[in-house]
């Protein structure tokens, strides 16, 4: 007889990567899970937990972990990658081998890639040339999946095959899956919110108050969106649960690595320090001069980002920057609705503005 089961791989052993593989698995797929480390296979497949990610969490037991990548990879429909952005581009070339056209490939990973600034999705089409590509991404802490909380992420792609497949795969009564076409707004709201988490994560080590948290918040938000869409995304995506969604919880919650690194800076260590403390992979500490760097050359207003550069990695004090932020000048609101410009040209129309 031959098994009729949606048939998964997953590509990566951390925390996201072992969430999503068991949800698959509640959901009747067949699942097979790479990863490199044996000791961690053998826990995997004999002990059904990652004691290194998620130790209090009883995977699937369907779930086979192997080191054998063409195992893995063989017959399966749906390939979700969730490995992290520094080694993503090698392990696509090592599974390349073994990959069809026909398969959906779906990264998980939330980061960026300085060799022309490229997002995991774009790196899969370069890497296969494959029509069905898709990104996941939404305010979703593997460890509140692992425990079940109700939880929400987006399937954004090109293809409405794979929206619908990845629907299916992961869809239960704990973990929902939105659909959006928007593939490349979805990945960069994921990858920039990381950036704004760091810069919470400070102020809340500061002691900074709710007034401040909801104005970095809907500050980042706004740059966030004007770096995606001069970038060619859709502003509309930035309502939704791969824009707001996921920088409300990153930027609220200690579960969050990039929130943990920001905290340990504003305890005044450093960011050798705080990421020695963290011991997982922070996407963001990269990704801000990775976007530091793209908003100078593109000439995209990115005070907050330029702000945290500064804190990270020139030593200048958190709150010194936070002052200096609030002393720059004031613009628009919403810019869809009233452009920086616009503001900018009523207040040279005040009374002595040229004298100033």
Not at 33 to 60: F, K, S
Not at 119 to 138: A, D, K, R
Not at 179 to 188: F, K, Q
């Amino acid at each position: 007889m031959t098994d009729e089961r949606l048939q998964v791989a997953v590509l990566g052993g951390g925390s996201f990567g072992t969430a999503i593989a068991s949800i698959a698995a509640d959901n009747g797929a067949r699942v097979r899970q790479w990863l490199r480390d044996p000791a961690l296979i053998e826990q995997i497949n004999g002990e059904h937990r990652n004691p290194r990610y998620l130790p209090n969490y009883a995977i699937n037991p369907s779930v086979v972990a192997s080191d054998d990548m063409r195992a893995v990879l063989q017959d399966a429909e749906v390939v979700f990658i969730a490995i992290p952005s520094s080694a993503f581009s090698a392990v696509v070339r090592q599974a390349r081998a073994w990959l069809k056209p026909s398969q959906i490939l779906v990264s998980t990973t939330k980061g960026i890639r300085e060799e022309g600034f490229k997002l995991m999705s774009q790196i899969l089409e370069e890497e296969t040339g494959f029509p069905h590509i898709g990104v996941l991404s939404g305010p979703n802490l593997a460890s509140e999946i692992a425990d079940k909380h109700l939880t929400a992420t987006v399937i954004a792609s090109d293809d409405p095959y794979t929206r619908a497949r990845v629907q299916s795969a992961l869809g239960c009564d704990y973990f929902r899956v939105y659909a959006s076409n928007d593939r490349y707004g979805v990945e960069l709201g994921g990858a920039l919110k990381n950036i704004y988490a760091i810069a919470a994560g400070m102020a809340a080590a500061l002691g900074m108050g709710e007034n401040t948290r909801s104005m970095l918040m809907t500050r980042a938000l706004a740059e966030m969106s004007r770096f995606a869409v001069a970038l060619g995304a859709n502003p509309l995506t930035f309502i939704g649960l791969a824009g707001v969604g996921d920088l409300i919880v990153t930027c609220s919650s200690k579960l969050s690595r990039n929130y943990r690194v920001g905290y340990a800076l504003g305890e005044n260590k450093t960011l050798e320090e705080a990421i020695e403390s963290l011991g997982q992979v922070a996407e963001g500490v990269n990704t801000v001069s990775l976007v530091r760097e793209k908003a100078r050359r593109e000439d995209i207003y990115m005070p907050l980002a330029e702000g945290l550069y500064q804190v990270l990695f020139n030593g200048v004090p958190a709150r010194q920057m936070a002052q200096m932020l609030m002393q720059q000048e004031q613009s628009s609101d919403v810019e869809f609705v009233l452009p920086r410009q616009d503001v900018f040209e009523a207040r040279r129309m005040e009374p002595g503005a040229e004298e100033t």
